[in-house]
Every structure is written in structure tokens, then in C-alpha cells.
């Protein structure tokens, strides 16, 4: 029924067969990420998330409404000595590139002003991604927009980890799968 955006190169389709046959045949091609499998497949079977407020929003109403709220899908990838960042909505994707030394000096959530290489693709009119249309009149409002985006991204992951303190047991634990000497 959908297609799930993984990461900069990987679309994954995701099939259901519901009860009773319904919504056979139907097919959902906006954007979605892995994050939504699980509240999707909780909201088929009627179960309530439990405990932690769950990440991701279930698909089942763009299959039976045609509702499309509009997701946004992101991704980090290492490839060729860079660090690469995306962002994808509705059939357009930006693509940034960083180069490996800065982000080595400033993490990897570090988005420079100006980043090594900038691509923007409309994935309606080019699905295997040849045409760059970063540089595009056109398309010059849209890849402006979508950098917002992916820089307002970035800046939310920035926070410092949660400390977290081990009990005795849970240390004994990972020690014993190798993870603390």
C-alpha cells in the first residue's frame, strides 16, 4: 500500500493485506518513513500505543480517506567520503553534502552556510534523480523552502544526550554481551 523512504537512495514498499480484503488494490505513494510501520500496523489491529508516546503516525487514513497531511521524510547517509543529509516532501528532495573534515570538527549534525554540494530533485518528473534543479528558477522558492527545513531539522537533534544511570544489574548485563569491559 505505501512506499517508505529510508534513506537518500532507498524506497521500500510496504504491503498490506488487511481483513476481509479491504482496501484491496489500492496504492499510496506519498511520503512516509519507517518510523509510521508501527502505529500503522496498531491501527489495523485496533491497539492503542501503550507507555511512551509513540513516534510516526499511522498511514491507514491515506488509503481510506486520501488524506496526505503532508509528511516530510529525512535522512543522514555517509557516502563517498561525505556526509550527506536530506529532506523530502511531496515529490521534491534537497540533498546536502558535507565534507567529511567538517564534520569530523563539528559533529555530525553540523550544517555548514554553505554546504559542499546542494541537489534538488523533483522525484515525479525524475525518479532516478539526473536532472539537478538546485540552480532552476523555477525551482529556486522550493529549494530554499525545503533547506529551511532540513536546517530547522537539524538544529532539533543538536541537544545533548540524556544521562542515564545504571544499576549494578544492568551494567553486569551489558558487560556480559560485550558492550563494557
Same mark, same amino acid.
Given at each position: 500500500?505505501? =512506499?517508505? %523512504?529510508?534513506?537518500? $537512495?532507498?524506497?521500500?514498499?510496504?504491503?498490506?493485506?488487511?481483513?476481509?480484503? !479491504?482496501? @484491496?488494490?489500492? /496504492?499510496?505513494? !506519498?511520503?512516509? @518513513? #519507517?518510523?509510521?510501520? #508501527?502505529?500503522?500496523?496498531?491501527?489495523?489491529?485496533?491497539? %492503542?500505543? %501503550?507507555?511512551?508516546? @509513540?513516534?510516526?503516525?499511522?498511514? /491507514?487514513?491515506?488509503?481510506?480517506?486520501?488524506?496526505?497531511?503532508?509528511?516530510?521524510?529525512? !535522512?543522514?547517509?555517509? =557516502?563517498?567520503?561525505?556526509?550527506?543529509?536530506?529532506?523530502?516532501?511531496?515529490? &521534491?528532495?534537497?540533498? $546536502?553534502?558535507?565534507?567529511?573534515?567538517?564534520? =569530523?570538527? &563539528?559533529?555530525?549534525? *553540523? #550544517?555548514?552556510?554553505?554546504?559542499?554540494?546542494?541537489?534538488? $530533485?523533483?522525484? !515525479?518528473?525524475?525518479?532516478?534523480?539526473? /536532472?539537478?534543479?538546485?540552480?532552476?528558477?523555477?525551482?529556486?522558492?522550493?529549494?530554499?523552502?525545503?533547506?529551511?527545513?532540513?536546517?530547522? &531539522?537539524?538544529?532539533?537533534?543538536?541537544?545533548?544526550?540524556?544521562?542515564?544511570?545504571?544499576?549494578?544489574? =544492568? *551494567?553486569?548485563?551489558?558487560?556480559?554481551?560485550?558492550?563494557?569491559?
Amino acid at each position: 500500500l505505501c =512506499a517508505l %523512504q529510508v534513506d537518500t $537512495f532507498c524506497v521500500v514498499p510496504l504491503v498490506l493485506r488487511l481483513p476481509g480484503g !479491504s482496501s @484491496a488494490g489500492t /496504492r499510496v505513494e !506519498s511520503v512516509s @518513513a #519507517m518510523v509510521d510501520v #508501527m502505529p500503522t500496523i496498531l491501527d489495523v489491529l485496533g491497539i %492503542q500505543p %501503550q507507555g511512551r508516546e @509513540a513516534q510516526g503516525v499511522s498511514l /491507514r487514513p491515506r488509503w481510506e480517506q486520501g488524506v496526505d497531511p503532508g509528511r516530510r521524510a529525512w !535522512s543522514e547517509a555517509l =557516502a563517498w567520503g561525505y556526509e550527506q543529509k536530506s529532506v523530502r516532501s511531496g515529490s &521534491h528532495k534537497l540533498i $546536502f553534502t558535507i565534507d567529511n573534515p567538517d564534520v =569530523a570538527e &563539528h559533529g555530525r549534525h *553540523f #550544517m555548514p552556510p554553505e554546504p559542499l554540494g546542494r541537489e534538488l $530533485f523533483d522525484l !515525479s518528473a525524475d525518479p532516478g534523480e539526473t /536532472r539537478n534543479l538546485v540552480s532552476s528558477a523555477e525551482q529556486g522558492e522550493r529549494a530554499t523552502e525545503l533547506e529551511a527545513l532540513l536546517r530547522e &531539522h537539524q538544529a532539533t537533534l543538536r541537544g545533548a544526550p540524556e544521562r542515564v544511570e545504571l544499576d549494578e544489574e =544492568a *551494567f553486569e548485563r551489558l558487560r556480559a554481551l560485550g558492550y563494557v569491559e
